[in-house]
């Protein structure tokens, strides 16, 4: 998990209500991600960042919001808009020229 | 978008023996990549392999490409019990940091 922190490590959602994970790294890398990951499936790209105050759109950021205002730090906010948020959540970064992904230990999100 | 497909979905082997996954996928990539995820934890690089590459070794790891079939495949030597996980295949197909990610193998190794 290295220098990439996330929490909480689980989160309740309420119908209605928004909720954010946070995702914090210490390891100085420019890019950052979130995915979505479903039981027994691959990662799916919600957003991803390369620098600060700017990011994008990945498969599936219906329902998502993001935000980059320092370069620690990658906050996603699940809306109510998505409608079915139970997954388990990563992030990641990858430093500059690099090719890897490291991760952060997850959030899991259920739904109340 | 999913790139990778793995096979088997699950596998479940003897310590000792040996684990072979493999990874296939649709378009021209710059490298691909194997990642390890223990259950409920976050994922782990295990090796990267080139385009122009067509085997590499790390530890008891072994990764073969072959860009022609459009596949990877992944060898555990020698299996321990600690080697259960799931392992996801990863590709990079424009260079812009994305990773296009498989479903991955569930991997059990019987003590």
């Known amino acids: 998990d290295g220098g990439i922190t996330q929490s909480p490590k689980y989160l309740f959602r309420k119908e209605g209500q928004n909720v954010t994970l946070s995702c914090e790294q210490n390891l100085n890398h420019d890019a950052m991600y979130w995915y979505r990951q479903d039981p027994g499936q691959g990662l799916r790209l919600i957003y991803y960042s390369q620098i600060v105050n700017d990011f994008q759109k990945g498969d599936i950021a219906e329902g998502y919001s993001v935000s980059r205002e320092k370069k620690e730090s990658f906050p996603l906010t699940v809306t109510s808009a998505q409608k079915n948020p139970t997954a388990f959540y990563l992030c990641?970064?990858?430093?500059?020229?690099?090719?890897?992904?490291?991760f952060g230990p997850g959030t899991r999100l259920l739904v109340l | 978008s999913q790139q990778g497909e793995e096979d088997p979905q699950a596998l479940s082997i003897q310590e000792g023996e040996n684990a072979t996954m493999n990874c296939s996928y649709k378009t021209s990539i710059n490298n691909l990549q194997w990642y390890r995820q223990n259950s409920g934890r976050g994922l782990v690089h295990l090796i990267l392999i080139r385009s122009n590459e067509r085997e590499k070794h790390s530890g008891r790891l072994r990764v073969t490409l072959d860009t022609s079939k459009k596949s990877s495949s992944l060898l555990i030597t020698a299996s321990r019990a600690a080697d259960t996980a799931s392992y996801f295949c990863?590709?990079?197909?424009?260079?812009?940091?994305?990773?296009?990610w498989g479903a991955g193998t569930k991997l059990i190794i019987k003590p």
């Open positions: 990863a590709t990079d197909e424009t260079s812009n940091y994305q990773l296009i």
């Open positions: 990641a970064t990858t430093g500059q020229g690099q090719e890897t992904q490291y």
